[in-house]
């Protein structure tokens, strides 16, 4: 595990963005039972975690896409940081809504965006990676070229990185769910003995904690 991954685990432990409790479930939206519950939105709330996520994204995209041109975040939980992300860099910022509006001008892709421009779309979560492609797909159909995609965590679900191999698409995160495990066990948020809960839930996060 990289430092990288580390500090970034470390502060979303630490202000609360993300939640271990193996022994108490929380429940998704989705239904599912999961150890664990992250509001990376939290971030925003902490200018010395907010400005790290927003440096740390300018270095990755600075080394990985140097050509880019263009900056998309995805509605709603990525647009923020996408536009510190914009700012910072000196690129245009657009971000990319979950579908299109019934109203207005009926847009799915907000901001000014040209046909071939170089895109990495900024994400603040990748769970099974549905909606996050979702909006790779809203931009490579209005021309966009996507370089790739940037997140702060990723659960590292099988289906997820199954999903972004068919669709051709990069993801490079700030953290992930094996750093995370680490981290809280090295810092003592959990103890050993729950690490292997951690473990069980990611193999089938569908099927965990339901009774049969």
């Known amino acids: 595990m990289g430092n990288f991954e580390k500090k970034t685990a470390e502060y979303l432990l630490q202000i609360k963005a ?8 929380f429940t998704w939206a989705s239904g599912w039972k999961s150890p664990i519950y992250c509001d990376n939105r939290k971030t925003l ?6 400005s790290y996520i927003r440096d740390s994204f300018c270095d990755m995209i600075r080394e990985l ?4 041109g263009l900056i998309a975040g995805v509605a709603t939980g990525a647009i923020a940081h996408g536009a510190l992300v914009a700012d910072k860099s000196g690129l245009p910022f657009i971000y990319v809504r979950s579908e299109a509006k019934e109203h207005g001008l009926g847009n799915q ?7 071939g421009q ?3 779309v900024i994400e603040d979560l990748i769970s099974t990676g549905g909606s996050s492609l979702n909006a790779v797909k809203a931009l490579k159909d209005a021309g966009c070229d996507v370089l790739g995609m940037v997140a702060i965590f990723t659960y590292e679900f099988k289906k997820a990185t199954d999903a972004f191999a068919a669709q051709s698409c990069k993801l490079n995160t700030l953290s992930n769910y094996s750093a995370l495990v680490e981290t809280a066990v090295q810092t003592g948020y959990i103890g050993q003995a729950e690490v292997e809960t951690l473990k069980q839930w990611r193999l089938d996060p569908a099927n965990w904690g339901v009774s049969t």
């Open 45 to 50: 709330s902490f200018p010395e975690v907010r």
């Open 65 to 68: 896409y140097p050509e880019a």
């Open 18 to 25: 993300i939640k271990l409790q193996p022994s108490n479930p």
């Open 109 to 115: 892709i907000e901001g000014y965006y040209e046909k």
């Open 118 to 120: 170089k895109v990495v």
